[in-house]
């Protein structure tokens, strides 16, 4: 296994063009390496992404947020104008892993290693995060919705990765929220994830809504019903309830060992509604 | 000097090492040409050995059951009437009776490569239908685990006071199905075996993660046909241990035997995957219970049918039916029955057999009783305290002989209870509940009150059907000739803190410095023969032996010490190091060097058996000691997603005599979390072909720092009149009174929706569950 820390992205999409066999990117290696030492990939070439600017850096900009795809946790967890804008991004962030894996876990790798439990991604989804990605081609945007196509599955093609997630403009009164259902209250994989954003008017009416849900689908659910029994309304009971029925339908979960499907579909409903209360509440503030 | 003796809360002399990194497990050891060992384990939990095909090239590397010559099979038989005795094959030969099962053994020069040759080993098993229930394995035409048995129950018991007037004419009568779930035991570190043959001293030397090395030594010579002089076993720092390794594991003699042939050292480290799977398991109680009561909670009788999933094989030394025996004479708790019933069924299936748990039994009858307690206290609507207040053993009828003729020894339970609602704030609770919280969860108060007896004898064991469990213990002394003392005992510390508090205990008889007194421990060739650490019987009975011990080195050294100050014997004392004398005093570092050194200046006639002393200590009561406590916890629950947040936790402990407090207190905490992952998330599922669910520590769900609240701890101190300094047992305690504590809190949060959870743990599913349940219940009766 040959191991290459290229210091820019050119660098790195060569890197991955012309690698002979299996090549991997590695950020903060929290899922790749130990499916390396497990055994369950054997790639001939990993490149090293954290030496390149454009993938650590975090810019505020007026028209948004960009976040290098390899950005930490725990780099993240420190910014305070993105802790003030997306909260909901940064608390999945900061779900992820120990204090330890915080200093090296990043939202790239969480997208791109496509678990359907990762946190990050229903927080990204619901926040409209759109994916800057490189390769051989040049550079090109998608909505990170349309990146992992199922399990351990991504759309991206051989040799591009993504290089940073932008992120809308805030607008007034909107916010957004993410919460988790683990049967610990630490340090655990999700079995149900939940992560909506929010803008209300003066009136305190939702104006628009993002739900998104994790693990409960082979990929991250984008639950337009959700939004939709939201928007319009000012998040009383009725649209709660409504929203709660929406994100329940929405689920097609696995039944294992670690929650029932009834048990998922019931407790991503009550998430999302305890999401969308988070959020008003933030967005009420703004 | 500040006070060392008994009473103080030293730090931990062990500490040093571990905190440098420095202790010695049997994993850090490694000896030139040593093999790893990696084991063949079966796929299916009931099957017929067809073959076991090894490719021609690796017929060096891996050994099936006939070629381990002259290795005998486990057997561990219960001296009950009517046990069913189970041969336990180091590696499977005929049958397959579990899903991890032995069925070779592959070597190689680590363990990854031993790995590789077990990837090339091919069992052919012809499956047979498997029993994985506990109460269809007693249905008849189940397949059999033991052909030979006719049946699939190792032991059936019976205790009968007579029950049926109470049944019949009882006010209150309150019965449930409760279940206790499979758990799995996981210390920090797991099972490993080193062993080695040495040339010199012509013996197996076996460094063994081992909570008992003499039984261990035993069990291995008898299985593998060699004198116990010709085994060695010691056991290093052993990292935790709670029962899982106080048996005799089939690894260990298939170890042993492949060093003997193989003339090399040959180890095995146990993974979490091994433990997990095919290994650690523990529990699993079932119990059909009815509890009587007259109007005010005075309880008229207790019946019950309890069955044990006691797994495929009985365990050497503590045998397949330690639970459910013990269950039968400790159900009736710290309570006054007037009448008793209680029927149990050790069942064998094709699981891992269950092994002893930290609280043995203690644990689920703790949770069956308290929850039986507390659903009388709902039913006549009085606070489930005072119902326990009501029939609990005053002090006054101390010492107590129970209705199965337990005899406790001294307590003062009701004070114990009350104490430990007043620090939960009983009152407070109840208005909070009356109140709600703001954010809908339901919050529950939950008692659990329980007496440990520990340190018991022959007498309390073959009476289990146990046999081999003497009531004493020894511990060889000596002074050394700079001053310091050796202590030698039979026990092995795996984390109790022995090496500080057997220290202290020979401080407070000697005067000695802590620091120049050593534990010597965990080695059948350096201690005194035992049966180890376990029970809770070390601080009692091996405390008692180094008592002892240094009580008769005392009078040689005061003997000496009398001569070299040419004082009367009468007129001198031992203290603070000193032979003292009114003529002078002479330190105890001198009486050795004269000893040792200057024999010129002792008396010709002195007495020649030296400054070594081996001494035995009996309890004066094969009972043993009762230590008890209540636990008491308020949580919430939240409704929606059924999960549990500890807000309060309290315990009130009476341990007797504390050597060390905050010893004490540690294993409280330790044993608080183990009840709080019994109650709440520790399960070790089987799917209906045998096969183990959780293979990992990300599904076996522990608590974890974040689960486990901060835990309010008062001590009482009544001492017990059979121990030598009045100190009782109470290594077990937390994992036994936390248990009821918890589950009794959830259910009394989920009594306010009508639901109540009959089964540990209390996951959010089941908590959801039980909710939707209520749920439809009244709907359906609304309609």
């Not at chain 2, 929706?753 to 540990?760: L, N, P, R």
């Amino acid at each position: 296994m040959e191991y290459k820390a290229p210091s820019s992205i050119d660098e790195a999409v060569m890197l991955l063009a012309q690698a002979n066999g299996k090549a991997h990117v590695l950020a903060g290696g929290t899922d790749l390496l130990v499916q390396i030492r497990a055994g369950f990939t054997k790639p001939t070439l990993v490149v090293d992404v954290k030496n390149i600017l454009e993938l650590r850096t975090i810019s505020v900009a007026d028209d948004g947020v960009c976040i290098g795809a390899a950005v930490t946790g725990a780099e993240l967890g420190e910014h305070d104008a993105v802790k003030a804008a997306w909260p909901g991004l940064v608390e999945a962030t900061e779900l992820i892993g120990s204090t330890q894996i915080q200093g090296r876990a990043s939202l790239g790798g969480n997208l791109c290693n496509a678990s359907p439990a990762a946190d990050t991604v229903p927080a990204l989804v619901a926040a409209s995060a759109i994916c800057l990605i490189a390769g051989p081609n040049g550079q090109r945007e998608a909505p990170v919705e349309q990146i992992v196509t199922g399990p351990g599955q991504t759309s991206l093609k051989n040799s591009e990765f993504v290089v940073q997630f932008q992120l809308p403009k805030k607008l007034p009164r909107s916010a957004d929220a993410y919460l988790r259902f683990i049967p610990r209250t630490e340090m655990d994989i999700a079995v149900v994830g939940a992560g909506v954003n929010l803008t209300l008017d003066k009136k305190g009416i939702c104006q628009q809504a993002r739900v998104a849900l994790g693990a409960v689908a082979p990929t991250v659910l984008l639950v337009e019903a959700g939004a939709k029994a939201l928007i319009g309304s000012t998040l009383d009971d009725a649209a709660l309830d409504k929203l709660r029925a929406a994100a329940s339908a929405a689920c097609n979960p696995i039944d294992d060992k670690r929650g029932t499907v009834e048990f998922r579909v019931d407790v991503a409903g009550v998430l999302a509604k305890r999401a969308v209360l988070i959020a008003k509440q933030r967005a009420e503030m703004n | 000097m500040a006070n060392t003796g008994i009473g103080a809360a030293v730090a931990r002399k062990e500490d040093g090492r571990f905190l440098h990194g420095r202790g010695q497990f049997v994993g850090d050891i490694k000896l030139a040409g040593m093999l790893d060992a990696a084991f063949v384990r079966s796929p299916v939990a009931h099957g017929r050995i067809v073959s076991i095909d090894v490719p021609e090239q690796f017929h060096e590397a891996v050994f099936t059951a006939k070629d381990l010559t002259g290795l005998k099979t486990i057997r561990a038989n219960s001296g009950l009437k009517g046990f069913k005795s189970s041969e336990q094959p180091p590696l499977a030969s005929n049958k397959v009776r579990l899903v991890g099962e032995l069925l070779a053994v592959c070597v190689g020069g680590n363990r990854a490569l031993a790995e590789d040759v077990v990837d090339e080993v091919f069992a052919n098993i012809e499956e047979l239908e498997p029993v994985t229930d506990m109460l269809s394995a007693r249905a008849p035409d189940v397949p059999l685990v033991h052909e030979e048995w006719g049946d699939n129950v190792f032991l059936e018991t019976n205790v009968d006071t007579g029950v049926e007037a109470a049944l019949a004419s009882a006010p209150v009568k309150i019965s449930r199905r409760l279940r206790m779930s499979r758990q799995c035991m996981a210390p920090l570190e797991g099972r490993g075996v080193v062993a080695e043959w040495n040339h010199r001293t012509q013996q197996l030397v076996v460094h063994t993660a081992t909570q008992i090395p003499h039984i261990v030594r035993t069990g291995l010579a008898e299985c593998l046909g060699l004198d116990e002089s010709a085994v060695r076993v010691t056991a290093p720092d052993v990292g935790g241990g709670f029962g899982y390794k106080a048996i005799l594991l089939p690894e260990e003699l298939v170890v042993c035997w492949l060093a003997i042939h193989l003339h090399r050292p040959v180890r095995w480290l146990e993974d979490r995957r091994e433990a997990l799977t095919a290994s650690a398991n523990a529990r699993e109680h079932y119990y059909d219970i009815t509890l009587c009561a007259d109007e005010e909670g005075k309880f008229l009788a207790l019946d019950a049918k309890v069955t044990v999933d006691a797994g495929a094989y009985s365990s050497y030394p503590f045998t397949a039916c330690l639970e459910a025996t013990q269950v039968a004479s400790i159900l009736p708790g710290p309570y006054n029955f007037p009448a008793y019933r209680c029927q149990t069924w050790s069942v064998a299936t094709n699981k891992c057999p269950i092994l002893p748990y930290r609280g043995v039994a203690r644990a689920g009858v703790c949770y069956a009783l308290e929850s039986m307690v507390d659903l009388v206290a709902r039913k006549i609507n009085k606070e489930p305290h005072d119902v326990r207040l009501e029939n609990l053993i005053t002090p006054e009828q101390m010492p107590f002989d129970n209705i199965v003729n337990k005899h406790f020894d001294s307590g003062d339970y009701p004070e114990c209870l009350k104490r430990a609602a007043a620090a939960i704030d009983v009152e407070g609770v109840r208005k909070r509940q009356v109140l709600g919280e703001p954010d809908g969860r339901l919050v529950g108060l939950g008692m659990g009150i329980f007496n440990e007896q520990a340190a018991h004898g022959t007498a309390v064991y073959s009476a289990w059907g146990i046999p081999m469990i003497p009531g004493y213990e020894q511990a060889f002394v000596r002074f050394t000739p700079d001053g310091g003392l050796e202590v030698r005992v039979g026990i092995q510390c795996h984390g109790q803190g022995s090496e500080t508090t057997l220290a202290q205990v020979a401080h407070e008889i000697l005067g000695l410095d802590i620091e120049s007194i050593k534990i010597v421990h965990g080695d059948t060739e350096l201690s005194p023969y035992s049966t180890g650490t376990w029970g809770s019987r070390v601080m009692v009975m091996s405390g008692g032996a180094v008592a002892t011990a240094c009580e008769k080195l005392c009078e040689r050294i005061q003997l000496i010490g009398a001569h070299l100050l040419q004082a009367e014997l009468e007129d001198t004392q031992v203290e603070d190091g000193y032979v003292k004398a009114p003529s002078g005093q002479i330190s105890l570092i001198d009486v050795a060097r004269t000893w040792y050194h200057r024999p010129q200046d002792l008396p010709a006639d002195v007495d020649r058996q030296g400054l070594e002393v081996t001494a035995g200590y009996k309890l004066r009561r094969d009972d043993g000691t009762f230590s008890y406590a209540a636990h008491a916890a308020v949580l919430a629950v939240d409704p929606h997603f059924g999960t549990v947040e500890i807000i309060k936790y309290v315990v009130v402990e009476d341990g007797g005599v504390l050597i060390n407090p905050m010893i004490v207190d540690g294993q409280i905490l330790g044993g608080a979390a183990q009840g709080i992952g019994t109650a709440l998330y520790e399960e070790m599922p089987f799917d209906e072909n045998g096969q183990p669910l959780f293979s990992t520590l990300a599904d076996y769900v522990l608590p974890g720092a974040t689960e486990v609240p901060n835990i309010h701890i008062e001590h009482m101190e009544t001492p017990s009149p059979y121990s030598l300094f009045g100190q009782k047992g109470i290594g077990e305690g937390g994992a036994i009174g936390s248990v009821a504590a918890v589950t009794n809190a959830v259910n009394d949060a989920l009594c306010r929706v009508g639901a109540e959870v009959c089964e540990t743990p209390m996951t959010p599913r089941r908590i959801l569950t039980a909710i939707q349940d209520a749920k439809s219940q009244r709907e359906s009766v609304g309609t």
